[in-house]
């Protein structure tokens, strides 16, 4: 089975500062995975995913996420943040050729002015 | 492209009673929908896993005769809390999954979410 750690619950920044949100996944098989974000009483919203190809995945607002595979990690980063980033962030696994999401267990990112 | 609807979108209800959540996909076929439960704070938990024209397939620990689902349709799936109690109250989200073919097969639309309040 396959499963996702999203190691920081919580991430402060200030306004126009880079972020990183970490996520490291563990799985015997090769997968595909996913960053949602979650607004306040809202649904998820897809920002980027990586299926194949090249390891640096450029999602929606101007999120992007890297692959690395001998790590197993697919960290989300953006260079500035504004404060309407304020929201959950989703990390989510799935095996190739099966549609079940794994997900980790969120990061609230907090932007503050 | 890939919009996801649910409804309703909150409810309050009495113990007892039950209450139908619908789940569409708006412009696209969807052959496969999820239904999800989230507590306060927390991750998403898969509930069930539903095929047009089949049976879902429950996830451990869910009672299928608590919650029914149907998807009677490639584009709408329904989860049912029958005889709703307030350990029900959560927030329930749909997702659905793209039937076409090519690398968005594996994505997962998510709907907007209901929040349901069992007084």
């Known amino acids: 089975a396959q499963s996702v750690t999203q190691l920081d619950s919580q991430v402060p920044v200030f306004e126009e500062a880079p972020v990183e949100l970490r996520c490291n996944y563990s799985s015997s098989v090769s997968v595909y995975l996913f960053w949602y974000v979650q607004y306040p009483n809202q649904g998820l919203q897809l920002l980027l995913k990586?299926?194949?190809?090249?390891?640096l995945v450029k999602g929606i607002n101007g999120f992007e996420a890297e692959f690395n595979k001998s790590q197993t990690s697919f960290h989300l980063r953006k260079p500035s943040v504004h404060i309407s980033d304020t929201a959950e962030y989703f990390c989510a696994v799935s095996v190739a050729g099966y549609s079940t999401l794994t997900f980790g267990k969120g990061t609230m990112l907090l932007v503050s002015p | 492209g890939a919009v996801v609807s649910q409804h309703p979108s909150r409810v309050i209800c009495k113990s007892g009673t039950s209450v139908k959540i619908e789940c569409r996909s708006l412009d696209f076929q969807a052959t496969t929908m999820f239904w999800y439960r989230q507590f306060p704070k927390q991750s998403l938990m898969l509930m069930a896993t539903?095929?047009?024209?089949?049976?879902?397939?429950?996830e451990q620990g869910v009672e299928k005769d608590k919650f029914l689902i149907n998807h009677a349709s490639l584009t709408l799936s329904t989860l049912t809390v029958t005889s709703a109690h307030p350990e029900d109250s959560s927030f329930y989200i749909c997702?659905?999954?793209?039937?076409?073919?090519?690398?968005?097969?594996?994505?997962?639309?998510f709907g907007p979410g209901t929040r349901l309040l069992v007084l």
């Open positions: 997702s659905a999954r793209d039937g076409a073919s090519g690398g968005y097969q594996e994505t997962q639309y």
């Open positions: 539903s095929n047009e024209g089949s049976k879902a397939t429950y």
């Open positions: 990586y299926l194949s190809g090249s390891t």
